[in-house]
T-cell receptor, first 112, second 114 residues
Framework: QKEVEQDPGPLSVPEGAIVSLNCTYS??????FMWYRQYSRKGPELLMY????GNKEDGRFTAQVDKSSKYISLFIRDSQPSDSATYLC????????????FGTGTQLKVEL | GAGVSQSPSNKVTEKGKDVELRCDPI?????LYWYRQSLGQGLEFLIY????????KSGLPSDRFSAERTGGSVSTLTIQRTQQEDSAVYLC????????????FGDGTRLSIL
């Protein structure tokens, strides 16, 4: 079993929909949680960076962390075709040199 | 430039050859990370540097893989006697330091072994 599980999709939604992306993890030592967006043939681009449990909002993006359930989510409001990409969750723990453990990524397509 | 720069962007080579991949981190970032992204395995950690030291090399898949960093800046990842299973995208990231800081990625080197 992988340390971080993420549904690979693909996920297809109409423009304007609310998108929910999720990851579960098994290592309770993870304390820092990130979401990256990756376009084809590009490197991952940091979207959200959160510490411990709670919510964080940035524009159309909201990240949620529930450490008791070992579950993290990214919500995208008013989705746009330009949001079509692969979304990767990643996490790290203090004292681990900051190295990241990634989910396999969810492929999202937002259709006109 | 402002971001992490990697070169070459693409590399095609024959099985058995050695390859060198280069990463130039964001200016002022002391921590530098190498990851590998392949279809079956996703994104996997290889090695990281804090300054010129490599405290964690645990992700290097074999002794054919090595990396160095000089002057606390540019890093090179070397793969000797390449095998077909080495085909992947090699990504470099940097962060301000190696404790609880977000990492920013380059666009990677797409390596194909014939």
């Amino acid at each position: 079993q992988k340390e971080v599980e993420q549904d690979p999709g693909p996920l297809s939604v109409p423009e304007g929909a609310i998108v929910s992306l999720n990851c579960t993890y098994s290592n309770s030592a993870f304390q820092y949680f990130m979401w990256y967006r990756q376009y084809s043939r590009k490197g991952p681009e940091l979207l959200m960076y959160t510490y411990s449990s709670g919510n964080k909002e940035d524009g159309r993006f909201t990240a949620q962390v529930d450490k008791s359930s070992k579950y993290i989510s990214l919500f995208i409001r008013d989705s746009q075709p330009s949001d079509s990409a692969t979304y990767l969750c990643a996490m790290s723990f203090t004292g681990g040199g900051n190295k990241l453990t990634f989910g396999t990524g969810t492929q999202l397509k937002v259709e006109l | 430039g402002a971001g992490v720069s990697q070169s070459p962007s693409n590399k095609v080579t024959e099985k058995g050859k050695d390859v060198e991949l280069r990463c130039d981190p964001i200016s002022g970032h002391t921590a530098l990370y190498w990851y590998r992204q392949s279809l079956g395995q996703g994104l996997e950690f290889l090695i990281y540097f804090q300054g010129n030291s490599a405290p964690d090399k645990s992700g290097l898949p074999s002794d054919r893989f090595s990396a160095e960093r000089t002057g606390g800046s540019v890093s090179t990842l070397t793969i000797q006697r390449t095998q077909q299973e080495d085909s992947a995208v090699y990504l470099c990231a940097s962060s301000l330091h190696d404790t609880d800081q977000p990492q920013h990625f380059g666009d990677g080197t797409r390596l194909s072994i014939l």
